[in-house]
């Protein structure tokens, strides 16, 4: 498996899992913002030709924070989330940041134990911040 930067070309990919298998429901024209935004680092595992999942972060001064991460269905329980996220923060570092935060579904117990596995702590929640169900969001955050 291989972590690349997103190009247009996944955009059609990313569209199908996310619709599939996100919880966010991003369109492909927020795939598209990405791309193109200054301060949005977005990356697409791949094991040639097929893509395993994505993720990215936004960068303002000296914290990243993740936006959106999944991967597939199929290739969970693979390491593949585990390794997107430390690619994500060791990019994060090159460019000196020095804090990473993220949202996560309250229900997502998988996902918030492999966050706290990789040294994030729970910092407090935000109300109703998913939709289809409606759902609280814990925020987490790691020093980097």
Not at 60 to 78: W, Y
Not at 108 to 113: K, L, P
Not at 124 to 131: F, H, L, P, S, T
Request: aromatic share 10%.
């Amino acid at each position: 498996m291989m972590i690349v930067p997103m190009e247009f070309d996944h955009l059609d990919t990313l569209t199908d899992i996310e619709s599939k298998d996100g919880d966010a429901r991003w369109s492909r024209a927020q795939f598209e913002k990405e791309l193109k935004g200054e301060f949005r680092r977005f990356f697409v595992a791949v094991e040639s030709p097929d893509v395993l999942g994505y993720g990215g972060y936004w960068k303002a001064d000296s914290e990243a924070q993740i936006t959106n991460l999944v991967v597939r269905k199929e290739s969970r329980c693979q390491g593949i989330g585990r390794r997107l996220v430390e690619f994500l923060l060791d990019c994060a570092r090159s460019e000196m940041c020095t804090t990473c935060t993220l949202e996560v579904r309250k229900s997502n117990a998988h996902a918030q134990s492999l966050y706290k596995a990789l040294g994030f702590h729970v910092k407090g929640e935000r109300k109703n911040v998913y939709q289809n169900p409606e759902e609280d969001a814990v925020l987490m955050e790691k020093t980097l």
